[in-house]
Every structure is written in C-alpha cells, then in structure tokens.
C-alpha cells in the first residue's frame, strides 16, 4: 500500500526558531517520487521541492532543507530561521508507478511573532 | 507565464443542483489533474488527462462527477445532483511531460452544499 504519514499535526514555534516537519512513506515500488508542497491561508498549494528515490543528497534551499533517509522511509523538511510567513499547512506526497500523488494529512506550522 | 487558473474561486450550492467547474492549465502543459481536498485533509486523487485523453479514475469519482478535456487543453469537472458530502476545495493541477513530472497547483475552487 501507498502511504503517507505526517505525525505533527499541529507545531507552533516563535520566530527565528528552527523547525523541522517529519514525513514518513510507504510503498513497495523502488522508483518513485516524494515531494513537499506549502497551502498558505489563500489555498494555493506551493510547490517546494521534488525528490527521487535514488537520489538521497540532502538539499538546501535558502532557509529550506530536505534530509531523505531512504532506510527509515523519511522525507523530513527544514525551516531554519522561521519567519511568520512561513505559517501555512505543508504537505508531504508521493507519487509512484502509476502516476498518481498521494499527499499527506499535511502539518499546520504557526510562527509567531 | 500564467499559473494555473480556476474558476469560479466559490461556488454555493443547494443540494441536488448540479455545478460545473473550470481549470485552465499552464499551457503547454499536457497533463491536467483534478483533485478533492477536505477541511483538514490533504488533497486526494480524482482523475487525470493527458492531452484530451482521461487516462484514470478515482473510485472517488462516483458515477455523479464527471470530467472532460475536450480540446486537451482546459477542463471541466461537473457534479451532478450536489450533496452536502460534496462541499470540499476542488484543486486542479497541471504538468508537462509524459510521467513523475512536477504538478503545479491552482487555487483551488470552494464549493459548499446547503
């Protein structure tokens, strides 16, 4: 099965703290794709990054990062510094053989002045 | 280069009528996906085109929903006869490329049952 967990529901942290959003798959296939997108209040859904499964380099991205530990299924996603424009509901997805993405619950981050 | 637009932004409704809705994808992009997303919730798969070619159906799309890409390039998606379980943020995406390319995301449309 295609799966994808994000444990954090809720995390509010104050600005200019770190914070880290945790994402966790499953799935059976050895290709696929793993991305993160950003829903600000306004309801687009922002694209921040597109991953493989056979590219496991961290990457950083400004104030972004992205840390793919294929052995524990995690895709975790890094904000360094927060800014309370970072407040949004991000979410995780996969997508696999058949082309379709599945998205996470998503994890509401609130930065707080 | 424009994102992808939809339309109308709102819709209300009253149960049993029926509404249309309309994507409009970045050009050039020959993949359009329509997705259903529920307050809390991350979106879920509907259907996808390719080109004017529906190529898969979520069992989520009841026999009620239906889908065109007529000239391959903008969409509708109808719901006949609305329930209120229908009230949901309708999001259409696009693509381009034959397979495991970015979708990028409209703004969505809002419709509420009554």
């Known amino acids: 099965a295609q799966k994808v967990t994000q444990a954090q529901t809720e995390i509010s942290v104050v600005e200019k703290e770190d914070v880290t959003l945790d994402c966790v798959y499953e799935t059976r296939d050895t290709t696929y794709y793993l991305f993160w997108y950003k829903q600000p209040p306004s309801g687009e859904l922002v694209f921040l990054i597109r991953r493989n499964s056979f590219d496991e380099q961290n990457e950083i991205s400004g104030r972004y990062s992205w840390n793919f530990q294929k052995s524990t299924s995690s895709f975790n996603f890094t904000i360094t510094a927060s800014h309370v424009v970072d407040s949004a509901v991000y979410f995780c997805a996969l997508e696999t053989w058949d082309d379709k993405v599945i998205f996470g619950p998503g994890t509401s981050l609130s930065v707080i002045p | 280069d424009t994102g992808v637009s939809q339309n109308p932004r709102h819709k209300i409704t009253k149960r049993g009528q029926n509404v249309t809705f309309r994507c409009d994808p970045i050009?050039?992009?020959?993949?359009l996906y329509w997705y259903r997303q529920t307050l809390g919730q991350g979106p879920e798969f509907l259907t996808y085109f390719q080109n004017e070619a529906q190529l898969e159906k979520s069992r989520l799309l009841s026999d009620r929903f239906s889908a065109e890409r007529p000239k391959g390039s903008f969409s509708t998606l109808e719901i006949q006869r609305t329930e209120q379980g229908d009230s949901a943020m309708y999001l259409c995406a696009s693509s381009f490329g034959e397979s495991k390319e970015t979708q990028y995301f409209g703004p969505g449309t809002r419709l509420l049952v009554l």
């Open positions: 050009s050039e992009h020959n993949r």
